[in-house]
């Protein structure tokens, strides 16, 4: 059986944390900043979690992170 390969796509986009739960990155944190107040563009440089109900999704395009 051949080995999986990474997506990598999803692995541009998707970190696993150390406790082994996905990390990913805000939304609407790129351009048209203009609007948008300070404290929100100050959340969104922080990362999130990727809710459980997708992680099992994820977990299958990144093969080779920590389980």
């Known amino acids: ?3 999986m ?3 990598s796509a999803a692995s ?3 970190r696993y944390t150390g ?3 996905i990390r990913r990155g805000k939304a609407g944190a790129k351009h ?14 922080k ?3 990727v809710h ?7 977990r299958r395009l ?4 920590t389980p």
């Open 19 to 21: 406790t082994g739960r």
């Open 52 to 58: 459980e109900t997708l992680e099992k999704r994820i």
């Open 12 to 14: 541009k986009r998707f």
């Open 32 to 45: 048209l900043l203009r609007g948008k107040s300070d404290a929100r563009r100050r959340r969104l440089r």
């Open 1 to 3: 059986m051949p080995k």
């Open 5 to 7: 390969k990474t997506h």
């Open 62 to 65: 990144l093969p080779n992170g």
């Open 47 to 49: 990362n999130d979690m």
